[in-house]
Structure formats: structure tokens, C-alpha cells
């Protein structure tokens, strides 16, 4: 009977072992792996590719800011360091082509003028409800952290933007939604925004679906940490310094202590010295003159 | 080390002391008699202040910059990470600094029940730190929501109607702390008052927390009472700072890897998308270190019972004094305490593990089991081990722990060996 109850036990514990072991992601959604690529910026000393920025931000502005804004990034972090680095004069030519609503002027009038290096990112639509209106009831969400702000950040978005398929078979999909296997869902809004030839790269790179998928997620993972470099670069300054720190500390700490510690080994070995005494003066008998 | 009364050196010293007597604090602190034989495990009360003045420090900057309103915090923050100088770390090391405190209070919590710190006469020095565990909670969660992301509105929102379980107020508890009919900008500016406020309530507990560790002194992985003016004490400068500032530095590493190389993976990617009523997350989680709590939260069928069992599960802990009766302090000679307390562990893991997962099927299951072990463990298993559990023997001061063992026997033998040996030549 308690052998029977033994087992009982065993098995259930076995179960829940398994089912804890092969349920790593939530129950309900359906993970489908993303595409991996090695990017550059990631690792100890990631840096960004300054070229593919700069053919991310050209797939941006010539596709992607149809309908997403990047509210968050200025014209001028695009000639700053860590960024794409445009020279601060092609960072004020593009920031020229914009025209940046202001005012009110001193007879209370908004005018509009051409964008400076200070003027964020102009946006496509005025507001949210302007997006959502102007595509279908989906609002396209702001890229300015994009990248953090989706599981995956940089893979996801390119596996995302390589992810449109014809629907499987007896899949139903309404009016102005499409297929794509990184989508929550499956489902998405967006039409397919990339086609080979989409853009023209001056840098003379082959504008492949993959490649502009590439420079894009690249350009909005630096869009939502343009300050990643600086980081990746302190940390490992800082951790090279903390280490040195250490092995110093470590010492002066053991030289700090030796003060107690070998106090304590003298006083231990007088310690043990009085007890092997005691225990000798019993060995030999309570008078040890009697012992020759 | 000696309790003799401290006198300044000068004149002007003698002449300050006597009206405030900051100096004999301060010759108190550093000679504060510390047991010699504390492990590592004992650094993280050290490590544990630190990080207190790191958030405080970190904190006071970042609310220069922050804006606490429901349409700009959101923005308020970009604004730190991308254009005040270094204000992306100042941000991370806040954020990440958190976890690690939390890391460190669990590691700190968990040292005290396996060597029985809180046995008398140190209670109140476990209920002081148990009060400053749940301060940190609420600061934790009030500064959870000021970023003003999804996760950050939806844990408000979670966490506030816990609240409306309450019978017949419930409902009227739950809008007088929103400050409306659901959390909004209101709520936004009194979770950031009371998140500035927190951490120096919390400040003024660990001097009370400190105070109370220094009435009776430290315990100590052996768990018998150290004889002051002996030499099983240190003082606690340098000694003790040197021991602290090492593990310190050590710990800081960990920090350092995730402030610059993994700042975000302890939160939720859902917090940089802009908080949105009409949207709720398909699952909303709270940090990592609240898990448990909130597993327990949701293995309970019903909500109030929810509600109960999981504030239960934190002032359980504050009859730990009296539910723990045997008089053995140390699980070093306690071999079943020892073995309970590991499968503790192993069972608040697994609660934080299974709060990260929706409430169903296995994991529900597996939650209600692990949820009814923990009380079980504190209300049944403890009481019944103090009684029952049959104990190794103590040693008599915590420079011999272990005379009694046989191979300290066979040393003495072959060391009265060799004594003989010699007297044998020189005698004859």
C-alpha cells in the first residue's frame, strides 16, 4: 500500500517536473522563433554600423514615415556621435526638406518655416486620432522606442518585416489585414512595406528586402538607445576598474585581518598546547615528578 | 572593543560631545563588537544600505527631470535618456538598482532564517526589518508606475482594485486612492508623492533596525551568544567595513552587467509603450521580486480570499519568533530545520516562476500547492520541529565549534604523541 502510494507520488512529481520544464513561454500564444541575425551592436563592445544607420534612416524616411513617427528623435542626433553621423551639414539639409509648424509669431499668427537641427522629428499625422483615422482604425505606432518596447526589439522587427506570407489555406482574413508569422495574431494591418528595389541606396548596396529590413531595425534599435554605444563603452570601463578595485581591496582586506587571524592562530596553538598539557598531566598521573 | 566610555581627544571635542554626543556614536559604530566568525551571507546588510543611498541619491536627480502628469511622463523620460547628460544611466542604475535591492533583501532574508537571527533576543530587529520590506514593496510599486507605460498603468490598476475586496468599503477605498472613478493623472502625482516619501520613512526604520541590531550585537552562522571582550569579536571598523566593502564591490559587478549591458531585460518590454486605458496587455506582471505574492494572489479562488492569503503570506512572517519554538538558533545543528528550509526556497522560487505564468491548468495547480506549503511550513512544520526535532549538539564557544569531532581527538593523540616523544629524549 505504501509502495503504491510511493509510486503515486513519484509519477505526479515526475509529471509536474516535465510539464514545468517543457512550458517555458506563455501557454496561449503561439511563439513562432524569430529570424536571428548578428548584429552588430550587440555584445560587450557592440557598436552601431554608421553606413547602415545611415541606409536605416533613408528605408525610414522614404517608407516607414508615410505613416510611423519617431516623435522622440531631433534632426540634429543624426549628425551626433554614436548615431548615424551624418556630417552637421547634411543633418541641417535634411532637416530643411521639413516644414515645421510654429508661432504663435507676435501677432499671434502660426506660420510655418523651413526644420532646424532643434526641431524633433515632423510627424506624419497631426495626432493619434488622425493616424488611426487616415489607416483603417490601426493606429501606427511611434517608432521612437520601438525596439524596446517589442519582445525581440531588433530581430523582431526585421523578422517582422520579412513575416508576410500568403494567408494558409481556409485562413480568413477581411478587407486591409494581411498575413504575417511574426504578428501576434498572425494578424496585421500593415501592407507589406518592403519589396526588393524599394529604395535606392547611394552607397551603391544591393536594396534587398532582407538588406533594407536590416538597416531599418538597426536605425530604430539606435532610435530607441542612441546613447547604446557610450553605454557599452563606460560599462566596460567601469568593470575593468571595479576589478582592479577588488584584487586591492581583497588584499588590504586579508593584510586587515591577518592582525586577528594570526593572533588567533598563536592563541590557538597555545590553547591546544595547555589542552595536549592537561591532557599529558593526566597521561602521567597527577604528580609529574613521579614521572622520570 | 572596549565598552569603556568614549572621551574626545580635544577640547572642542569634549566640549560638543557632552551637548550632542555624535562622537561617542561614532567611536560606538566603529568599535561596535562584531562576532569574528560572520560569513559572506552576513555582507549583505552592508550592501543592503547602499543601495538605499544609491536609490535615494539616483532618485533625488531624476525627479529634477521628471514630470509627474498622466500626458507628459511618459515624454518626461524619453527626455532624461536622451538628452540630459548621462541621464540614460542615472535612469538605469535607478531602475536595475531596485531589482538588486530586492535581490539583496531576499538573500538578507532568507541568511536570517537559516540561522535563526530572528530568535530573541532579535526580534524586533526582524520586525523592523520586515515592516522596512514591505515600505520597499509599496515604493517599489508607486515607482513602478511613475514611467506611465502599459505595465505601469495596468499594475496600478491591478494592484489598486485588490483594494475594492474589502467588504462594503471596498468600492469607496479603491476611488479614494485613485482620486477618481479610475486610475489617472491623479493617481500619477500621489504615487509619486508617496514614492518620494517612502524611501526616507525607509531611511529613518534601517537607523531603527540598526539601533536594534546593536542592543544585542550580531548572531552568527554558529548561533550561540559570542562572549563581548573576548577575542570572538572584532571591532567593526576595519575589520567588518573591509569585509562589506569587498562583497560589496564583488555584487556591484553583477549590477554593473546589467546597468550597461542588459538594462531592460529585468522589465517589461510592454512599459515603452505609452500607458492606454482602451488597451490592456494580454498579460500584465509585476516585477520579478513581487511574483510570488501575486501567484499567491491569484491561486486563491476568490478574490478577497486572494487578497488575504497574500498580505497574510508577508505578516506570517513577523510571528516567526514565537511559530518557530526550538531554541537552536543556527540550521547548521538543526538537519531537518536545515532540509525545510531549502524546500522553502525551492517553494518561493517556484511561486515566483509560476506568478510570471497564467493562472490555469498546471500552473494554477502546481501555485495552489506551493501556496498551501508555505503556510503549512511556517504554521505546522515549525511549531512541530521546535518541539520534535532532535538537535546536534551545540559547542561551547564559537572559536571550537566542532571539539567535539574525532579527528580534533586524533590530533590531540598524535600531538601528545609527539610531546612524549620529546620529553622521552631530552629526558634520557
Known amino acids: 500500500m505504501l509502495i503504491r502510494l510511493n509510486s503515486f507520488l513519484i509519477n505526479i512529481i515526475f509529471f509536474i517536473f516535465i510539464s514545468v520544464i517543457s512550458n517555458p513561454a506563455y501557454s496561449e500564444e503561439k511563439n513562432v522563433d524569430l529570424l536571428k541575425i548578428n548584429w552588430s551592436f550587440k555584445g560587450l563592445l557592440g557598436t552601431f554600423d554608421r553606413s547602415s544607420l545611415q541606409r536605416g534612416y533613408q528605408v525610414y524616411q522614404e517608407v516607414c514615415s508615410a505613416c510611423h513617427s519617431i516623435q522622440y528623435l531631433s534632426y540634429r542626433n543624426l549628425s551626433e556621435k554614436g548615431g548615424p553621423e551624418f556630417s552637421e551639414e547634411e543633418a541641417k539639409a535634411i532637416a530643411a526638406q521639413f516644414e515645421v509648424l510654429d508661432g504663435p509669431n507676435s501677432e499671434g499668427e502660426m506660420f510655418t518655416r523651413s526644420g532646424r537641427l532643434s526641431d524633433k522629428f515632423v510627424k506624419p499625422f497631426p495626432n493619434v486620432e488622425a493616424a488611426t483615422a487616415a489607416n483603417g482604425g490601426a493606429y501606427p505606432p511611434d517608432m521612437s522606442v520601438l525596439a524596446k518596447a517589442r519582445k525581440g526589439g531588433a530581430d523582431y522587427i526585421y523578422s517582422l518585416l520579412l513575416g508576410y506570407e500568403d494567408a494558409p489555406a481556409g485562413y480568413e482574413l477581411d478587407d486591409g489585414v494581411y498575413y504575417n508569422k511574426y504578428m501576434t495574431g498572425q494578424k496585421i494591418k500593415m501592407l507589406k512595406p518592403l519589396s526588393d528595389g524599394a529604395v535606392e541606396y547611394s552607397d551603391g548596396t544591393q536594396a534587398t528586402e532582407a538588406q533594407m529590413a536590416k538597416d531599418v531595425a538597426t536605425f530604430l534599435t539606435w532610435a530607441a538607445e542612441p546613447h547604446l554605444e557610450v553605454r557599452h563603452k563606460t560599462g566596460v570601463r567601469a568593470i575593468l576598474y571595479l576589478i582592479v578595485l577588488i584584487i586591492l581591496v581583497y588584499f588590504s582586506m586579508k593584510k586587515v585581518w591577518s592582525r586577528v587571524d594570526s593572533k588567533d592562530d598563536l592563541e590557538q596553538q597555545e590553547d591546544t598546547f595547555d589542552k595536549v598539557e592537561k591532557w599529558t598531566t593526566q597521561y602521567e598521573g597527577d604528580d609529574p615528578k613521579s614521572f622520570k | ?428
Do not use: C
Open chain 2, 1 to 428: 572593543m572596549s565598552e569603556e566610555k568614549y572621551i574626545p581627544n580635544s577640547k572642542i571635542g569634549q566640549w560638543f560631545d557632552s551637548r550632542l554626543p555624535l562622537l561617542t556614536l561614532s567611536a560606538h559604530l566603529r568599535e561596535y563588537p562584531t562576532p569574528r566568525n560572520l560569513n559572506y551571507w552576513w555582507t549583505f546588510g552592508g550592501i543592503l544600505t547602499f543601495f538605499l543611498i544609491t536609490q535615494i541619491v539616483t532618485g533625488v536627480i531624476l525627479a529634477m527631470y521628471y514630470v509627474a502628469h498622466s500626458d507628459l511622463a511618459f515624454e518626461s523620460i524619453e527626455h532624461i535618456m536622451r538628452d540630459i547628460n548621462y541621464g540614460w544611466l542615472i535612469r538605469y542604475v535607478h531602475a536595475n538598482g531596485s531589482s538588486m535591492f530586492f535581490l539583496a533583501v531576499y538573500i538578507h532574508i532568507f541568511r536570517t532564517l537559516y540561522y535563526g537571527s530572528y530568535k530573541s533576543p532579535r526580534e524586533v530587529i526582524w520586525i523592523t526589518g520586515l515592516i522596512i520590506y514591505l515600505f520597499m514593496m509599496v515604493t517599489a510599486f508607486t515607482g513602478y508606475v511613475l514611467p506611465w507605460g502599459q505595465m505601469s498603468f495596468w499594475a496600478a490598476t491591478v494592484i489598486t482594485n485588490l483594494f475594492s475586496a474589502i467588504p462594503l468599503i471596498g468600492e469607496n477605498i479603491t476611488e479614494w486612492l485613485w482620486g477618481g472613478y479610475s486610475v489617472g493623472n491623479p493617481t500619477l502625482n500621489r504615487f509619486y508623492s508617496l514614492h518620494y516619501l517612502f524611501p526616507f520613512l525607509i531611511f529613518g526604520l534601517v537607523i531603527l533596525h540598526i539601533w536594534a541590531l546593536h542592543v544585542p550585537g550580531n548572531n552568527n552562522p554558529v548561533g550561540i551568544d559570542v562572549k563581548k571582550n573576548n577575542n570572538e569579536t572584532v571591532s567593526f571598523h576595519p575589520f567588518i567595513v573591509m569585509k562589506d566593502l569587498f562583497a560589496l564591490l564583488v555584487f556591484l559587478i553583477i549590477f554593473f552587467i546589467f546597468v550597461f549591458f542588459a538594462p531592460n531585460v529585468l522589465g517589461h518590454p510592454d512599459n515603452y509603450i505609452v500607458a492606454n486605458p482602451l488597451v490592456t496587455p494580454s498579460h500584465i506582471v509585476p516585477e520579478w521580486y513581487l511574483l510570488p505574492f501575486y501567484a499567491i494572489l491569484r491561486a486563491i479562488p476568490s478574490k478577497l480570499g486572494g487578497v488575504i492569503f497574500m498580505f497574510a503570506s508577508i505578516f506570517i512572517l513577523m510571528l516567526l519568533p514565537w511559530l518557530d519554538t526550538s531554541k537552536v538558533r543556527s540550521a547548521t545543528f538543526r538537519p531537518l530545520y536545515k532540509k525545510f528550509f531549502w524546500i522553502l526556497v525551492v517553494t518561493v522560487i517556484l511561486l515566483g516562476y509560476l506568478g510570471a505564468k497564467p493562472p490555469e491548468g498546471i500552473y494554477l495547480i502546481l501555485a495552489r500547492i506551493a501556496t498551501i506549503y508555505y503556510f503549512v511550513h511556517f504554521l505546522i512544520i515549525l511549531p512541530l520541529l521546535g518541539r520534535y526535532e532532535k538537535t546536534s549538539p551545540l559547542p561551547l564557544s564559537i572559536s571550537d565549534p566542532v571539539l567535539n569531532k574525532p579527528d580534533i581527538v586524533d590530533k590531540f593523540k598524535k600531538i601528545v604523541g609527539e610531546y612524549e616523544g620529546e620529553n622521552v629524549d631530552s629526558f634520557k
